[in-house]
T-cell receptor
Framework: QKEVEQNSGPLSVPEGAIASLNCTYSDRVSQSFFWYRQYSGKSPELIMSIYSNGDKEDGRFTAQLNKASQYVSLLIRDSQPSDSATYLCAVNSGNTGKLIFGQGTTLQVKP | EPEVTQTPSHQVTQMGQEVILRCVPISNHLYFYWYRQILGQKVEFLVSFYNNEISEKSEIFDDQFSVERPDGSNFTLKIRSTKLEDSAMYFC?????????????FGSGTRLTVV
């Protein structure tokens, strides 16, 4: 069974701090990885994708991938209260674009 | 910005009834998906659809489920005989290019409540 694991949290950080969200996956052949943000009662919204080892930056967000350790992370710099949401790690499985999602980490950014 | 549109936003149905959940993907998208999320649980893959046929389906997607793209714009999910455990949020998603690289856009979802 292919799994994606995240700490459900909540992760609480003060406004302006760096939030660090982590994810591990079990399928060693996975090629691409995604972070989605989901506000309560809403649909997932794509934040970033990454498929090469190392860091990928987009504005305040940095995704990090380490395929050897089967580990993906998301850093959010200068966290804002509006960043408070559940962050879903998703791993591509196979050739059809199917995603396997983690449980999600709830982030709370306190003013 | 283009959106994936889902209707209805909330559907209540009696156990054993058929329901059809409707989605209008973004117009030039080629890859289509249905996912569901039971309250408090993970987002789960149901089915992928490309080139007018199912490309992959999960164990959840049994004979009670079907998908159709009847007119080149709508993409529907039918549940023939609903069960209580089908109560969930159902999300449609679509992608223009290779979803393995670009990911995809989710619709706003249909909350299905089976009573």
């Amino acid at each position: 069974q292919k799994e994606v694991e995240q700490n459900s949290g909540p992760l609480s950080v003060p406004e302006g701090a760096i939030a660090s969200l982590n994810c591990t996956y079990s399928d060693r052949v996975s090629q691409s990885f995604f972070w989605y943000r989901q506000y309560s009662g809403k649909s997932p919204e794509l934040i970033m994708s990454i498929y090469s080892n190392g860091d990928k930056e987009d504005g305040r967000f940095t995704a990090q991938l380490n395929k050897a350790s089967q580990y993906v992370s998301l850093l959010i710099r200068d966290s804002q209260p509006s960043d408070s949401a559940t962050y879903l790690c998703a791993v591509n499985s196979g050739n059809t674009g199917k995603l396997i999602f983690g449980q999600g980490t709830t982030l709370q950014v306190k003013p | 910005e283009p959106e994936v549109t889902q209707t209805p936003s909330h559907q209540v149905t009696q156990m054993g009834q058929e329901v059809i959940l409707r989605c209008v993907p973004i117009s030039n998208h080629l890859y289509f998906y249905w996912y569901r999320q039971i309250l408090g649980q993970k987002v789960e893959f149901l089915v992928s659809f490309y080139n007018n046929e199912i490309s992959e389906k999960s164990e959840i997607f049994d004979d009670q489920f079907s998908v159709e793209r009847p007119d080149g714009s709508n993409f529907t999910l039918k549940i023939r005989s609903t069960k209580l455990e089908d109560s969930a949020m159902y999300f449609c998603a679509s992608s223009q290019r290779d979803p393995k690289i670009d990911g995809y856009t989710f619709g706003s979802g249909t909350r299905l409540t089976v009573v």
